[in-house]
């Protein structure tokens, strides 16, 4: 690869929402390059699942996650103790693990004609006044023999996920960031398997909840959230965690009887701001923030790789017009604010009070209202397609 050190677009993170917005320029002919700080694809801290809303965007990006290898998921289980509710999504939804979704994603980037550094971490980001810029983006970038090098861009793209970068760190004081996340591959018993199949599993305890789906080359993916005071009354301890989720759902601890662990250790994450919605950037020097670096949902939402698609998607719209990042944030607050407070206010109180979950017992359309108040926009879900069985 010839490295040109001059780009229409710098795009920091190759994530999901980096990716996206290079195959759009790319395909636009503008001249990026997309800096990713992992040499190849990791696992990722994330329930994996592709909700009806993403897939379109996923596919208008030219990924085909049926393709690789992705299970289908045609309802959604509320548990507490036991099951309360099972709802049947609108249309179907995927689950497919990060490694491969990521990977086809950058890959596809690199068809479209995007440049790929991987293995470099972006150290500090110059805006175009700082004396050192000469009026372009400036990234310090360095990999892992520490050599380090500058490049340039005409524009500036944060996509760097959970991941603050030095100097752009975002304002999070407003968000729900006390829980802690845990991800955690199972082989299911062939019986457990076949009764998991076709399901997303939402199961509550106090303290938590977590998500459990099928996911490719016959894995469970179990990804469980817990307050961090909840998590150090246990020593911080993954087995003492899932001991405590089994005893609080006999219907997590039938599914996990008999079933072999498959990484060494759980993936974990904490400090993650749920709630958290750009601020506005007008009259401010500011690179394009896209994915988690705009808007985080709770994850209970399984919607934030679709909001990753669609702030990458809106954010080269935005660009390819002539737009400023600020009209682009802007934006995003707008679309996304209601939800965000609504969801995140939802997500306090089911961790506050469990209980809140057998509310579907009794108002099962409960849960309808929720996700389609909830939704990426320009794809809602009507709740009268919601079909209720419980
Ligand atoms: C517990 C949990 C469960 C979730 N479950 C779901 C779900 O089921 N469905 C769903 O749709 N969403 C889910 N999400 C949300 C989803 O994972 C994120 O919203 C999505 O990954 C955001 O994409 P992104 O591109 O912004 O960030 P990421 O996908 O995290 O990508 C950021 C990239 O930037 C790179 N990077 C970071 N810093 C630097 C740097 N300085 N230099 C270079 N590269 C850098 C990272 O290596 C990474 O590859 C969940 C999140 C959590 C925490």
Same mark, same amino acid.
């Given at each position: ?11 920091? *993170? ?8 290079? #195959? ?18 990791q @696992?990722?801290?994330?329930? /994996? ?29 509320i ?13 179907k ?6 490694r +491969?979704?990521?990977?086809a994603?950058? /890959? ?12 470099f971490?972006? /150290? ?17 970038? +360095?990999?892992?023999?520490? #050599? ?10 944060l ?47 106090p ?16 990804c ?11 020593g ?6 899932? /001991? ?6 006999? @219907? ?18 904490s400090? #993650? ?17 896209? *994915? ?13 790789? *679709?909001?990753?698609? @669609? +702030?990458a ?34 997500s ?43």
């Amino acid at each position: 690869m010839i490295l040109s050190l001059n780009h229409d677009a710098l795009v920091i *993170g190759g994530g999901i929402a980096g990716s996206a917005l290079a #195959i759009q320029l790319a395909e636009a002919g503008r001249h990026c390059v997309v800096i990713e700080k992992a040499k190849t694809t990791q @696992h990722k801290v994330c329930g /994996e699942f592709l909700s009806p809303e993403t897939l379109p965007l996923l596919r208008r990006a030219g990924i085909h996650p049926e393709n690789l290898g992705a299970q289908t998921i045609h309802s959604l289980r509320i548990v507490a103790r036991e099951m309360l509710a099972e709802i049947t999504l609108p249309s179907k939804a995927l689950s497919l693990t990060r490694r +491969t979704l990521d990977e086809a994603l950058l /890959e596809r980037a690199k068809q479209a004609g995007a440049n790929i550094l991987r293995g470099f971490t972006v /150290e500090r980001l110059l805006p175009p006044a700082d004396e050192e810029s000469r009026g372009l983006w400036r990234a310090k970038i +360095t990999n892992a023999s520490h #050599i380090s090098m500058y490049i340039s861009g005409s524009e500036a793209f944060l996509a760097t996920g959970k991941h603050d970068l030095r100097g752009w760190q975002r304002q999070t004081n407003r968000s729900q960031n006390s829980l802690v996340a845990l991800k955690m591959y199972f082989r299911l018993s062939p019986e457990q398997s076949a009764q998991l199949a076709g399901n997303v599993e939402l199961i509550f305890y106090p303290g938590g909840y977590a998500g459990l789906q099928p996911v490719e080359g016959n894995a469970a993916n179990l990804c469980a959230l817990i307050s961090r005071e909840k998590l150090r009354s246990m020593g911080s301890r993954w087995d003492r965690l899932l /001991e405590y989720m089994r005893l609080q759902s006999p @219907h997590l601890e039938r599914r996990l009887t008999g079933a072999e662990s498959l990484l060494g250790r759980p993936l974990t994450l904490s400090s #993650i701001p749920y709630g958290f919605s750009v601020e506005s950037s007008f009259g401010t020097e500011s690179p394009w923030r896209l *994915g988690d670096q705009a808007a985080v949902i709770p994850s209970l939402c399984g919607d934030g790789m *679709g909001i990753a698609l @669609h +702030t990458a998607r809106r954010a080269a719209e935005l660009y390819l017009r002539g737009k400023s990042a600020a009209v682009f944030h802007d934006e995003v607050r707008h679309q996304f604010g209601r939800r965000l407070y609504f969801s995140t206010l939802l997500s306090r109180a089911i961790v506050a009070m469990p209980a809140l979950a057998h509310i579907t017992r009794v108002w099962p359309s409960a849960l309808s209202d929720i996700f389609a108040a909830t939704r990426v926009p320009g794809a809602s879900i009507h709740t009268e397609t919601l079909g209720m069985r419980c």
